[in-house]
C-alpha cells in the first residue's frame, strides 16, 4: 500500500516537473537572450517525456492490455509528429508576419498568405487531433472509451492549470525587477 502511494507521488510529480516545461515550450515567448531556437530540443524532450507520463497514467487508469498500449502509443506518435510539422509551419508564418508588420509598407499579399498558412495549419492539426482520438476510441471497450474521455479531459485541466501557475509565477518575477524570489512577498 505504501508503495503504491509513493508511486502515486511519483507520478505525479514527474507529471507536473515535466508539464512545467511545457508551458516554457511555447512558440514565441522569447527565453532571454537565446530566443527560442535554443529550447527546440528541450521542448521536444519534454513533449516525448509528457507522452510517455500521459500514457502510463492512462493505461493504469483504464486498465490497459499490452497490445493496447503499444497500439494507443504508436497512434499518439503519428499524431504528436504531424503535430509538429504544423506547428513549424505556424512559426515560420507567424515570423514572416512580424517581418512585414515592421515595414513601413507591409506587402498584404503576403500577409494574407501568412494569414492562410496559419489558417491551414491549425485546421489540419484539429483534423489530427479528432483522428487520433477517433483511433484511439476503436481501440477501447466501451467502458473504456468514457473513461478514456474523462482521464483525457482531466489530464487537459492540469495541464492548463500547471501553465497558469507557471505564467502567473513568470509575471511576479517581471513585476519585481531585481529582486529575488523567496517567500510570499519575495523576501527571503
Given at each position: 500500500?505504501?508503495?503504491?502511494?509513493?508511486?502515486?507521488?511519483?507520478?505525479?510529480?514527474?507529471?507536473?516537473?515535466?508539464?512545467?516545461?511545457?508551458?516554457?515550450?511555447?512558440?514565441?515567448m522569447?527565453?532571454?537572450?537565446?530566443?527560442?531556437?535554443?529550447?527546440?530540443?528541450?521542448?521536444?524532450?519534454?513533449?516525448?517525456?509528457?507522452?510517455?507520463?500521459?500514457?502510463?497514467?492512462l493505461?493504469?487508469?483504464?486498465k490497459?492490455?499490452?497490445e493496447q498500449g503499444?497500439?494507443i502509443?504508436?497512434?499518439?506518435?503519428?499524431?504528436?509528429?504531424?503535430?509538429?510539422?504544423?506547428?513549424k509551419?505556424?512559426?515560420?508564418?507567424?515570423?514572416?508576419?512580424?517581418?512585414?508588420l515592421?515595414?513601413?509598407?507591409?506587402?498584404?499579399?503576403?500577409?494574407?498568405n501568412?494569414?492562410?498558412?496559419?489558417?491551414?495549419?491549425?485546421?489540419?492539426?484539429?483534423?489530427?487531433?479528432?483522428?487520433?482520438r477517433?483511433?484511439?476510441l476503436?481501440?477501447?471497450?466501451?467502458?473504456?472509451?468514457a473513461?478514456?474521455?474523462?482521464?483525457?479531459?482531466?489530464?487537459?485541466?492540469k495541464?492548463?492549470?500547471?501553465?497558469?501557475?507557471?505564467?502567473?509565477?513568470?509575471?511576479?518575477?517581471?513585476?519585481?525587477?531585481?529582486?529575488?524570489?523567496?517567500?510570499?512577498?519575495?523576501?527571503?
Amino acid at each position: 500500500m505504501l508503495k503504491t502511494r509513493y508511486s502515486y507521488v511519483a507520478t505525479a510529480i514527474v507529471a507536473l516537473v515535466f508539464c512545467s516545461g511545457v508551458a516554457f515550450a511555447q512558440p514565441g515567448m522569447g527565453f532571454g537572450p537565446w530566443g527560442d531556437e535554443p529550447n527546440q530540443a528541450k521542448r521536444g524532450q519534454t513533449k516525448e517525456i509528457l507522452s510517455t507520463v500521459y500514457l502510463m497514467e492512462l493505461t493504469k487508469e483504464l486498465k490497459l492490455t499490452k497490445e493496447q498500449g503499444l497500439d494507443i502509443a504508436a497512434i499518439i506518435e503519428k499524431r504528436e509528429k504531424a503535430k509538429v510539422e504544423h506547428q513549424k509551419v505556424i512559426r515560420e508564418a507567424l515570423k514572416g508576419i512580424k517581418f512585414q508588420l515592421g515595414k513601413d509598407k507591409p506587402s498584404q499579399r503576403k500577409l494574407r498568405n501568412y494569414i492562410t498558412q496559419i489558417t491551414s495549419a491549425r485546421d489540419k492539426m484539429a483534423d489530427e487531433q479528432r483522428k487520433g482520438r477517433d483511433e484511439i476510441l476503436a481501440k477501447l471497450s466501451v467502458e473504456q472509451q468514457a473513461k478514456f474521455i474523462v482521464f483525457h479531459l482531466k489530464w487537459m485541466k492540469k495541464l492548463q492549470r500547471i501553465r497558469e501557475h507557471i505564467r502567473g509565477e513568470r509575471m511576479r518575477r517581471r513585476d519585481r525587477p531585481g529582486r529575488m524570489g523567496g517567500g510570499p512577498r519575495g523576501m527571503k
